[in-house]
């Protein structure tokens, strides 16, 4: 967890200075976009190797190396001037332009947390790891703002300012590899290492479950891609007039009731169970957002956004905590990686047709359409997998 945390503040720290520093550089628009979707590529390049063979070589080396190369190419990346260099520093570095802490390192982290924990505190590790993860990206966005105010008072130019911010940011990823090593030893399970690395190392019964899984969270993270932050504050902008001196304080609030929600879904699985915990939280969420443009005051949307934010988080990790469940020790560092790489194939893809569904229908319609995906996707998943209980709800567990 606080490899997490340090990982988490670099990343926050990224995803506010990258394109600035970019843009300081003197790198024209289109490399700029192509700087950081090459580096969102490795990511999930990145993802899809740990998730076939993370396992086989080890979680411990795997994430020093994982770690090594996040620190090294965001440090090229912010010590670079040419364009190639840029690029093939943020692939093979991962380099996260969004902010958020996604990636190979945290499916191994999730995988190493689920075998050390029982399966009733799962929930409970899973729900602080996440806590961790915003708390941390959080304040590294925070800190972001800092070095470039300070520069500007002492004369230190903007570009001067960023570079070194970036390169203490890769050195919060590089202060990951000591922690990394230091931790126990993977336990041993028999299996055959022979298995070719592109095979997929999954049961037949795995195979359906985890499909089903991953076909339904791709559904979910489209509808999320429709209600990016920004597509929510230009809505916020144009519906009402709203600036950034009043959605930066709502949406700073919006992220304290995200993060509080994490320990309330921990205590209501506990009551209800993992899969009605993420459907009787998600499911108001959905149908608060259908309501949202039809609020005719400011005050009101606000606050029912905010109602929102309360809730639309609380199946993060009792998702991770039920995936980790349901697939076996040796299934679910791969398990976790393909559910989290179509989570971010569908966040990358569904900011572009929001915007065209503004072009097309008017400015509610990504509210309504991103609001009814997730609603299929609440409903689907309580239809399909109700009945598949994590071990500590099964009567044999609880009796």
Known sequence: MIAAGLRSAALGLTGVLLGLHLAQLGVPVQTLGLVIGVGLAGMAT???????????????????VT????????????????????????????????????????????????????DRDRTGAFARYALVQDVAGALGALAAGVPA????????????????????????????????L???ADPRRSGDTRRAWWSVPLSPVAKRRVGGLAGLFAVDSLGGGFLAGSIITYWFFRRFGLGAEVL???????????????VAA????????????????HLPSSLALCALPFIPSVWPAVALFLAREALVQMDVPTRQSYIAAVAAPSERTFALGVTGLVRNLGWAVGPTLAGLAMVGFGLGAPLLLGAGLKITYDLSLFAGFRNLRPPEETPATTA
């Open 248 to 262: 930066g304080p709502v949406f700073f609030v919006a992220k304290i009731l995200n993060a509080l929600s994490y």
């Open 46 to 64: 990145g993802t899809t190797v740990v998730a076939l063979r993370g396992d086989h070589w080890g979680k411990r080396r795997t994430l020093a």
């Open 149 to 180: 105010l300070i520069g500007s008072r002492v004369g230190v130019a903007p570009l001067v300012a960023f570079r070194w911010s970036l390169v203490g940011g890769a050195m919060l990823m590089l202060a990951t590899v000591p922690l990394y």
């Open 182 to 184: 230091g931790l126990p």
């Open 67 to 118: 770690a090594s190369l996040a620190g090294g190419g965001l440090a090229t990346v912010a010590l670079g001037n040419s364009t190639g260099v840029l690029l093939a520093a943020a692939f093979v570095g991962m380099v996260n332009g969004m902010g958020r802490d996604r990636g190979p390192a945290e499916v191994l982290e999730q995988s190493m947390l689920a075998e050390r924990v029982t």
């Open 266 to 281: 921990e205590r209501l699985a506990l009551r209800i169970g993992l899969i009605r915990t993420m459907v009787f939280t």
